[in-house]
């Protein structure tokens, strides 16, 4: 990044070839949809060729990204806040850019996939489902950790607070995340 900052127009590719996917699953995971996912990965990397010149030296770049990441989701999510009914033809959210199938697919013709499908779709919809019925906080975390990649002392950098704080909502994220999903999971008994 210090080089790009300095001029060398080429180490943005090698940035946005990087960081890009990245930041992309880090907005999928908190807006839910991919067309906003795509439009906001497109405005982090924006900002980033905006605020180049205010790169500090020595710092490191998954911090910065994930910093303006962060806060271009608070600002979407607030935008949302009032707008939070599931469409039937929303789509779930499939992978590597995929909008996936939509509630209306998968609701409307169950004999078209096997049971395990069935069941990796409901244990998919179920893990969303609580990771999206976790405190703020925690899910932010959780997020930045598990589909953003970064350390402990990162995070706390990108959310302002100490890294035993950031360690405590990773931890009580977890502890939700098991309970929301124990019976899913455990083995009938028999």
């Known amino acids: 990044m210090e080089r790009y900052r300095d001029g060398d127009e080429a180490c943005f590719a090698v940035l946005l070839r990087r960081h890009q996917g990245p930041v992309f699953r880090f907005f999928l995971r908190h807006v839910g949809d991919v067309e906003s996912a795509e439009d906001l990965t497109q405005e982090a990397f924006l900002r980033v060729v905006h605020n180049r010149a205010s790169f500090r030296s020595g710092a490191r770049f998954t911090t910065w990204i994930y910093t303006i ?21 929303e789509p779930l959210g499939g992978r590597d850019g995929d909008p996936g199938r939509t509630l209306g697919d998968v609701v409307g013709d169950p004999k078209e996939r096997t049971e395990v499908q069935a069941a990796d779709l409901e244990m998919r919809a179920s893990l969303e489902a609580a ?9 932010e975390v959780f997020t930045l950790r598990e589909m953003g990649g ?3 002392q990162e995070i706390a950098e990108v959310v302002g607070c100490n890294e035993n704080t950031v360690k405590s909502r990773m931890r009580y994220a977890l502890e939700r995340l098991h309970a929301a999903l124990r019976d899913r999971v455990e083995e009938p008994e028999g």
């Open 150 to 152: 970064l350390s402990f």
């Open 69 to 89: 990441a962060r806060n271009l989701a608070v600002d979407e999510m607030r935008k949302r806040r009032y707008r939070r009914h599931r469409s039937l033809d």
């Open 131 to 139: 990771i999206g019925r976790l405190p703020e906080e925690q899910r």
